[in-house]
């Protein structure tokens, strides 16, 4: 059974960054796409950053040149680099990956929150 395990959420103040990790395990297939959406107290999920295997990554325009998204293909492994943090980036993050096959997943989310 395919799981989604995620670290490296936490407390961190503005300008901080963070890396979040999202580990597929149980899965005998790399994922086509990895990536990460985020949903903020009373708003909706929202993607944040996602990459699928051979293409360019794709970043919500709130998160372009302070996020980067990477992945591991031999560990099925994706990473968020988080930096230059705002406060409007607290929320519950998760991680997402689609099969070969068609199957979504989603991790049980990581939360990050932003304060001074």
């Known amino acids: 059974q395919v799981q989604l395990v995620e670290s490296g959420g936490g407390l961190v103040q503005p300008g901080g960054s963070l890396r979040l990790s999202c580990v597929a395990s149980?899965?005998?297939?790399?994922?086509?796409?990895m990536g990460w959406y985020r949903q903020a107290p009373g708003k909706e999920r929202e993607l944040v950053a996602i990459?699928?295997?051979?293409?360019?990554?794709g970043y919500a325009d709130s998160v372009k040149d302070r996020f980067a998204i990477s992945r591991d293909n031999a560990k099925n492994t994706v990473y968020l680099q988080t930096n230059s943090l705002k406060p409007e980036d607290t929320a519950v993050y998760y991680c997402?990956?689609?099969?070969?096959?068609?199957?979504?997943?989603w991790g049980q989310g990581t939360q990050v929150t932003v304060s001074s």
């Open positions: 997402y990956a689609r099969s070969p096959y068609g199957s979504t997943y």
């Open positions: 149980g899965s005998p297939f790399s994922m086509i796409d």
């Open positions: 990459l699928a295997s051979g293409h360019r990554p």
